[in-house]
DNA sequence: CACGATTGAGTTGTGCACAATTAAGTTGTG
DNA sequence: CACAACTTAATTGTGCACAACTCAATCGTG
């Protein structure tokens, strides 16, 4: 149990709503450069995986992006639908699992989506080294969270 | 515009993506503490922006959270629907402002809300001065897109 | 081999986010 | 005063997130 010995906590003066925040402001600037390309945040993301590896599992992908079958699997329909990726049940001889595998179209994308990925990095105002820096103690945040999940009491 | 260099954008080296998995894993850590109380996390940021000033309007809140009316109104149905707050239309003489303000129920979670944010804070494993020093550069990092939302080509 | 336990993907339901729109109320200007 | 421009909150529609669940396929053990 910890006691508050604070007031009451203000907004503006807690990390979690600077992380909240944050998270938001930059998906919302990459939301303009992705419409052009059809795509949203999240189905960016599925892309990005499938660029640096194509053919993963959906149970893979969710790993990746630290989402769960719920949120993917809908995720790739409407990217199947879009023309981006292709899925395939068994195809490694287990009928439960579905590989997902970019299309000429979807792998057609990187090197748009990479310029994306440059022009927002650009935008945050912050170095190279800065950001290389926010990312790893974002990292770090996320894991020591991660490992403390269950433990809160 | 931006010449890629790189190869593939890999998601772990992208700050946005630690951003992002950051915000959803400490919003998660927040989940089963908030659940106790019937609250979801934006929710408790509303109830957090009226501890700190009770009263205020919808586009106020609004701008408090950065959400527009679209996501802010129905979430106040809610709170309302679950008696932690009450709006009354008009109550300045404006036909069109709505004002929210705590029940006796939302105002007696202060306490309890408060206690909250300082586990959370705990479990990050950061020492306070370093939950200091990100949460300055997330707003700072906010703050630069913002200005830049626009902007970008 | 039989069969309970587990795995993998998908579905359902709720609650954000956000764009676009609506509708009522207020303000500014001629 | 008239009326267009603006403000304010709410609604509609789409797409995440996430919990809870379903169901088929596979695995482990006797």
Known sequence: MVLCMDA???LREQACFALYTASRAVIGLYRPLLDRLGLTYPQFLVLMAL???DGRTVTDLGDAL???SGTV???LKRLEAAGFVERRRGSNGDERRVTV???ESGAALESR???ITQVVGGA???SHDELIALRDKLNEFTQAI???ETATE
């Open 8 to 10: 009451t906590p203000r």
């Open 51 to 53: 660029w640096e590896s």
């Open 66 to 68: 630290q989402l769960d």
């Open 73 to 75: 699997s809908p995720l």
């Open 101 to 103: 595998h970019l299309t």
């Open 113 to 115: 989506g990479c310029e």
């Open 124 to 126: 945050s105002g912050m």
């Open 146 to 148: 991660r490992t403390r």
